[in-house]
Structure formats: structure tokens, C-alpha cells
């Protein structure tokens, strides 16, 4: 199936570094979401998107809905060392219903102290 | 609130036995389940669709004579791998969207070994 192509693919930074990361389509989507998945566990969402251009802050986290709706990007401020895992994200096209995702490659980041 | 649970968190079972794993929603109805498969170092999968009293909708290219895929309750789904073989060892993942609210809530997954 369909896959969302995010970069970089892995990064190693310092505790304390901003980080920045972006999913890209070919195709347009409706609804953008940023998940973090831990080893061994299921995807926790950390931010919902649904309008072109918007930007929404969780935290330290902060995400934008790209204008083209073809991308979405992802930034953390001073990491710490639980923002270790992989960040995916996820696209929906449909609107106002629980329709399917499709997920992006993934963003496996690691902090160092 | 929005917990989903699955039940085993791991199974190991030989080859060519079935196996079922559960996915319940907690404190929510849940009026669709997604099921997902994520092999190692690689993104989640959709393989399926189901609605609470519905047949499922599967994902080209998943069998679904071999993944049967169960949505009895507004509760509880149930995916069982049948005729399990080593290529189909995988971690699985479900997710819940309840009324009114269309993001998904997962799972912590399902890791199956097949020997």
C-alpha cells in the first residue's frame, strides 16, 4: 500500500537540540497527524491537524498542516531523552469520518546526552 | 479516557495453527477497529476495516479467508491468523475510533512469533 515519505529517516541529536522532521505526499490529505511509537508498543498520537496552513503546539511539540496539503512538518524544542522513538506521520483523506490512515516511513530518533 | 487494549501482548504457536488476538476498547464504544501489521524497522500497515456488525474491508492484498477479522461488539474485535506460518510473525496493532471522534486511538500491539 500507500506510503508517506518522511525525512529524515533517523537522526541522532543532543539533549537539548531543537528537531525537525517532515512527511511528504504526492497526493492530497485532509487530515495530518503526528504519532510517536515506543518500542514494543502501539502509536500515541501527539498532534491532529485538520486545516491547510494551520499550526498547533503540544508542548514542546509543534506541527503545521502545509499549504499544498501534499505535507506536514513536525518540530521538537529542546529535546530530552524520552523524545527518543520513532515519529510517524499519518495521513486521512476523508473528513468527518473515521476513515482509514496511511502512515508515513518514519522518523527514529535518538537523544544523547 | 480512549484506552485500547489487545490481549495477548505476545504469542508463540507453531506453524499451521491459528491463533486469535483481541482488541478491546475500554471506556469508549467503538463504532470502527482498524487492524495493522508492522514488521520490524517498518511503518504500521493497514490490512483491514471493520464496523461494529459488518463484514470487514480488507486492504489489497491481504488474504481474508487467512486474517478473519471479527467486530461482534461495539467493544471488542477480534483478528485470528489462521494457518499461521513464519512469514505471517509480525507485530500487530489495532485501533479504535469511537462516535463522534474520527482519530484513532491504537492498541499496544500484539507481537506474534510463528516457529
Known amino acids: 500500500g500507500q506510503q508517506l515519505n518522511q525525512s529524515p529517516q533517523s537522526m541522532f541529536i543532543q539533549e537539548g537540540e531543537d528537531v525537525s522532521m517532515n512527511c511528504t505526499s504526492s497526493?492530497?490529505?485532509?487530515?495530518w497527524l503526528w504519532y510517536k511509537q515506543d518500542p514494543g508498543e502501539g502509536p500515541v498520537l501527539l498532534i491532529a491537524?485538520?486545516?491547510?496552513?494551520e499550526l498547533t503546539s503540544n508542548g514542546r511539540l509543534t506541527a503545521q498542516f502545509g499549504i499544498t496539503r501534499k505535507d506536514s512538518f513536525l518540530n521538537i524544542s529542546a529535546s530530552i531523552p524520552s523524545d527518543v522513538g520513532i515519529y510517524f506521520c499519518a495521513g486521512r483523506r476523508s473528513t468527518g469520518t473515521a476513515s482509514k490512515l496511511t502512515f508515513g516511513t518514519g522518523t527514529r530518533l535518538q537523544v544523547t546526552l | 479516557g480512549a484506552v485500547v487494549s489487545q490481549h495477548p501482548s505476545w504469542v508463540i504457536c507453531k506453524s499451521g495453527t491459528s491463533v486469535k488476538i483481541e482488541c478491546r476498547s475500554l471506556d469508549f464504544q467503538a463504532t470502527t477497529m482498524f487492524w495493522y501489521r508492522q514488521f520490524p524497522k517498518q511503518s504500521l500497515m493497514l490490512m483491514a476495516t471493520s464496523n461494529e456488525g459488518s463484514k470487514a474491508t480488507y486492504e489489497q492484498g491481504v488474504e481474508k479467508d487467512k486474517f478473519l477479522i471479527n467486530h461482534a461488539s461495539l467493544t471488542l474485535s477480534t483478528l485470528t491468523v489462521t494457518s499461521a506460518h513464519p512469514e505471517d510473525s509480525s507485530f500487530y496493532i489495532c485501533s479504535a475510533a469511537r462516535t463522534g471522534v474520527y482519530e484513532q486511538f491504537f492498541g499496544p500491539g500484539t507481537r506474534l512469533t510463528v516457529l
Open positions: 497526493s492530497i490529505f485532509n487530515t
Open positions: 491537524l485538520y486545516k491547510a496552513g
